[in-house]
């Protein structure tokens, strides 16, 4: 049987009394390749915001491993959302900091890794990327 990973239950998206999408339900499952894809206006980006808490629905929850996000607290929620990993199409990157200082952020704040540490990991996270010897270079 397939464990749920994520599960949309009645999520309804409105934006004040303009309903966006009315009682979404659907499940993803651990190891598979989900998609969302539509025209131009159609909610999928509205969708991917109340995923991840960004817009709060107007009915319905989103759950992850079991554990609802809407009804979790506010130190509940902060621990789902240290488990993602989210980017955007503009790639989300902070213009002024470096692609070094992007990358290493999150762990600053995050995990008890040393400065040192730190380094190696955004090194090998460029790289993997393709962009090994640019971590001084801005977004731009």
Not at 20 to 39: A, E, K, Y
Not at 56 to 63: C, D, K
Request: proline share 4%; charged share 15%; glycine share 12%.
């Amino acid at each position: 049987m397939p464990q749920a990973h994520i599960e949309v239950c009645g999520l309804t998206m409105a934006y004040g009394s303009r309903v966006i999408q009315r009682d979404l339900d659907f499940t993803v499952n651990r190891g598979d390749v989900f998609v969302i894809m539509g025209g131009s206006g159609c909610g999928k980006s509205t969708l991917l915001k109340h995923m991840i808490g960004l817009l709060e629905p107007a009915a319905g929850e989103v759950l992850y491993d079991g554990t609802s996000f809407q009804r979790a607290d506010a130190a509940g929620r902060d621990a789902l959302r240290r488990r993602w990993g989210i980017t955007y199409q503009g790639g989300g990157l902070f213009s002024a900091m470096t692609l070094a200082e992007n990358v290493a952020l999150p762990l600053q704040q995050y995990t008890p890794l040393d400065a040192a540490t730190i380094a190696d990991v955004v090194s090998y996270k460029l790289a993997l990327v393709g962009l090994a010897g640019f971590e001084s270079y801005y977004p731009s």
